[in-house]
């Protein structure tokens, strides 16, 4: 069903402390050209439903003269690397026969476990397993590998890197997407990453400020509350950011999160007090962009359209408006119209939106677009022998012992059949790794086992002295923990496909490894460490209570 919205500009304007602003240069000269429509087209960013040219994104590239869009595996935009290539040129070639401006095309491409395009691209096994590696000149070249990719295709913004110190081990949304919980770490491969996309022409957005790291609370479901004091925000969640603002990024995302240290009142999406530190006090020049405005930390408290004026009003740039459960593609012209009622009445100053607009076209000048200046063809990215061997020093550089591996190793060269339990729905990965370990037999189990499943492994297990168990952050699933717990922690080997954190709830297993991802190359590097050929060279990027601290891995 759609929602029906009653638009009410009876807002509150927030006070923004910004210096006086008038447009300079080229984009003066664009801006004064523009009409109030495009102008507040230029500030939206939508998602939209489908793998091609519909009429709805006609409208939103054509009426509103959006100034980007952003593309969803979820909502059927990617089915391949050449289908995205031919809809992205055709969305531009659109832009230009309306003589709109050329779009900023979007995705969420950050590696490992959050990566929209996967069929036809490098696969890298996310920021985490980049942190256990260590390796800033690794993290540079896996970011323009990806940005490489990203830009054959005509995609010209990634919401990457994430540069949230991960220091809540409960955290349900950010976990393996942080490089680890030292604020030292995060700071140098954010960095690094920066330079590898800027090199290849994409624009990153480092996210999500003032920091996601220390919740409790997925923002997509509700408002997370960060109680950290401002002296733990200036020693932990900030230096990422600074580091990312020395390092050049154009773009930084809000986080929907409330930090009472910086505003008792309003979430940092929606705070004048948050985004002016970010400008004022942090340095910051670029576009400020909200995280979706229609995720439930804002939905509940604000609604979108309240939501995005306030953001807005706050010093956001670009107002996003993704792939949300429950929105609808048609809800984007409503918002349009009321954004620019909102101008008109003044709730939304037209010197503040100029401001924002500026900030936009000299991002699409640094990327070689303009009125102009369109860009040129696309195509499918070239998939290489040297980019999968980068793939491959990724996973083999991050694959983390956290626990004795003597007992496992001994048992696969014995010659016995050894039993690997896997989840079901990610039993792809765990055949792949008994294909290369010839003594394993796996077992699939459902990711939320039964009773029975669980009868059924322990009689397959026997008396078995190791079994072998993939794990998926087995913390967030207690059926999966209460499986593994039953089967004998003394007798079982670890192998997390996700963070590390489910091992402080399993202290007594007999060993461990920490793979953080289940692609190809990270189950290819497991498998040469089980088989003894090579060794497990990742350190810990971050604590595990009552196990290691963040540093911890085998010795060279």
């Known amino acids: 069903m759609k929602k029906k919205w009653k638009c009410c500009l009876c807002f509150l304007v927030l006070p923004v402390l910004f210096v006086a602003f008038s447009p300079s240069g080229a984009s003066a000269s664009a801006i004064s050209n523009m009409s109030l429509e495009e102008k507040v087209g230029q500030i939206m960013m939508c998602f939209f439903e489908g793998s091609s ?46 003589n709109s401006w050329p779009l900023f095309i979007a995705v969420d491409q950050e590696g490992g476990l959050v990566n929209r395009i996967n069929e036809g691209t490098t696969l890298f096994p996310g920021n985490m397993a980049l942190g256990a590696s260590g390796d800033e000149r690794l993290a540079a070249r896996v970011a323009g590998i990806m940005a490489e990719e990203l830009s054959a295709m005509g995609i010209n913004v990634n919401f990457a890197p994430v540069v949230d110190v991960n220091n809540d081990p409960r955290n349900p949304i950010i976990g393996v997407r942080s490089f680890g919980s030292s604020p030292e770490l995060v700071s140098r491969l954010g960095r690094a990453m920066i330079s590898g996309f800027l090199e290849k022409g994409v624009l990153p957005c480092a996210k999500h400020f003032p920091g996601h790291g220390n919740t409790g609370i997925d923002s997509h479901t509700g408002l997370p509350v960060i109680s950290s004091s401002m002296q733990d925000l200036n020693d932990t969640e900030l230096p990422p950011f600074r580091a990312a603002i020395e390092a050049g990024v154009p773009m930084i995302m809000t986080a929907h999160v409330l930090v009472p240290a910086l505003d008792l009142e309003r979430p940092g999406t929606l705070s004048p007090n948050i985004l002016g530190m970010l400008r004022n006090e942090m340095g910051f020049s670029g576009i400020i962009v909200t995280d979706s405005m229609g995720m439930g930390a804002l939905e509940k408290g604000w609604g979108m359209i309240r939501a995005a004026i306030e953001a807005f009003n706050a010093g956001a740039d670009i107002l996003l408006f993704g792939a949300d459960r429950g929105h609808l593609e048609d809800e984007h012209p409503m918002v349009f119209k009321a954004i620019l009622e909102a101008c008109r009445s003044g709730v939304i100053s037209e010197t503040r939106l100029d401001e924002s607009v500026e900030r936009i076209l000299k991002a699409k000048a640094r990327l070689g677009l303009s009125l102009h200046k369109r860009p040129s063809g696309t195509t499918a990215p070239r998939k290489s022998a040297s980019k999968e061997l980068t793939a491959a020093e990724a996973a083999s550089k991050s694959i983390t012992l956290v626990r004795n591996w003597s007992k496992a190793t001994a048992q696969l060269r014995s010659g016995k059949k050894t ?30 086992p039964r009773k029975e499943d669980i009868q059924a492994v322990l009689e397959k297990a026997g008396s078995a002295s190791v079994i072998f168990a993939g794990e998926y952050d087995s913390w967030k699933n207690p059926d999966w923990m209460e499986l593994l717990k039953t089967l004998g922690e003394s007798r079982l080997f670890l192998l997390s496909a996700r963070s590390p954190y489910a091992l402080s709830s399993l202290p007594s297993t007999g060993g461990s490894l920490v793979l953080y991802s289940d692609i190809p190359s990270v189950i290819t590097s497991a498998a040469a460490i089980l088989n003894g050929t090579t060794l497990p060279l990742g350190k810990l990027p971050v604590d595990l209570p009552g196990i290691h601290s963040a540093g911890w891995g085998l010795e060279k």
Not at 70 to 88: C, H, W
Not at 431 to 438: F, H, T
């Open 53 to 98: 040219l519909s009429p709805h994104l006609e409208r939103v590239i054509t009426e509103m003269k959006a100034g980007g869009v952003i593309l969803y595996s979820s909502r059927g935009n990617i089915r391949t690397t050449e289908q995205v290539a031919e809809l992205v040129e055709k969305i531009q070639k659109k832009a230009a026969m309306a």
């Open 419 to 448: 039993l690997l339990i896997w989840p079901g729905e990610k039993i792809a990965a765990g055949k792949q790794l008994a294909s290369l370990c010839s003594n394993f037999s796996v077992v699939s189990v459902p990711e939320k």
